[in-house]
């Protein structure tokens, strides 16, 4: 059963709905809610539709691929006849992998779908939000996903770690910019969570600590929207985001760095190819 949360938002655009995160924010959003579920698995996508449609609840697909930045400006024209006032930019991909052993195209993708897609479809959408918010007396959302590895400099996945760190910084600034305004603005940092990514990404190691479920960095941020610009996802992730505070910069890198190669060293990393992954 979805908890409450203190917007009542009448529909909302979710990206990366097919699986993960995204078709957790799907289940997790009130019955109220209409949705838009954009993803690329067409059929994953129309199982969790089909999961949520009752009560005379819309609830509709677009398969896109946010990749294409006409296909993105497309979307946003669709979201805004469906009259969303919450917007969650969810999708993302990442490649674990030293710069030099990524593709060019790897590169590319993760900052088209990580960096571009969230700033098109909240450029275009956002206006006509806070205009319906406005004249309706109600509170519009917006909701991006970053990543705790977006708050320091991650090794061996520092394209990926540099976009979300993009989007931390995005959707903080974002929520400057909307003060006064009736739209809240999230930057969501989760960290490891149970969803398929490490594999996909070609992480040669499963997480070990504070990994949490899908349903849970949603409902936090669903909670945190309206009350904070950034939340941070589990308490070994907030204490790694109050030392990368604390600490010198050159430090924290050199932290993680040194973890990394032990750890990669252990998954005889350097041997298998980069995947990637629709992610957080």
Same mark, same amino acid.
């Given at each position: ?6 917007? /009542? ?13 995204? !078709?957790?924010?799907?289940?997790? =959003?009130?019955?109220?809610? @209409? ?13 969790? !539709?089909?999961?949520?449609?009752? @009560? #005379? ?11 294409d930045r006409d296909a993105c400006a ?8 469906? #009259? $969303?006032?919450?917007? $969650?930019?969810?999708?993302? $991909? ?8 990524? *593709? ?8 088209? +779908?990580? +960096? ?20 309706? &007396? ?11 590895? &977006? $708050?320091? /400099? *991650? ?20 929520? #400057? ?15 490891? *969570?149970?969803?398929?990514? %490490?594999?996909?990404? &070609?992480?040669?190691?499963? /997480?070990? +600590?504070?990994?949490? /479920? ?11 929207? &309206?009350?904070?610009?950034? %939340? +941070? ?7 790694? !985001?109050?030392? %990368?505070?604390? =600490? ?10 040194r973890g990394m190669v032990f750890r ?17």
């Amino acid at each position: 059963m979805p908890a409450t949360y203190p917007a /009542p938002y009448k529909a909302a655009l979710i990206t990366g709905a097919s699986s993960g995160i995204g !078709a957790a924010f799907a289940r997790e =959003l009130p019955a109220e809610t @209409d949705l838009l579920l954009a993803g690329r698995d067409t059929a994953r996508l129309q199982a969790v !539709a089909d999961g949520l449609r009752r @009560d #005379g609840r819309r609830v509709e697909t677009a398969l896109v691929d946010l990749r294409d930045r006409d296909a993105c400006a497309s979307l946003a024209d669709r979201a805004d006849a469906f #009259g $969303i006032d919450l917007l $969650i930019n969810n999708a993302g $991909i990442g490649a674990f992998a030293p710069l030099t052993e990524s *593709t060019q195209d790897q590169l590319l993708d993760m900052i088209d +779908v990580n +960096v571009a897609a969230p700033v098109i479809l909240t450029r275009r959408l956002l206006p006509r939000m806070a205009a319906r918010a406005e004249a309706d &007396g109600r509170r519009a959302g917006v909701i991006v996903l970053s990543s705790v590895v &977006g $708050i320091f /400099p *991650t090794p061996w996945f520092s394209t990926y770690s540099a976009t979300k760190g993009f989007d931390l910084y995005f959707a903080e600034g974002l929520a #400057g910019e909307m003060a006064g305004q009736p739209v809240d603005v999230l930057a969501l940092c989760p960290g490891s *969570t149970e969803t398929a990514f %490490h594999a996909t990404a &070609g992480v040669p190691f499963a /997480p070990e +600590v504070g990994v949490v /479920p899908p349903e849970r960095v949603a409902r936090e941020g669903l909670r945190a929207l &309206g009350r904070k610009a950034t %939340h +941070v996802v589990g308490l070994p992730n907030k204490f790694a !985001a109050l030392m %990368h505070r604390v =600490l010198p910069r050159r430090a924290t890198g050199w932290i993680l760095g040194r973890g990394m190669v032990f750890r990669y060293r252990r998954g005889d990393w350097l041997r298998r190819r980069p995947g990637t992954a629709e992610t957080t």
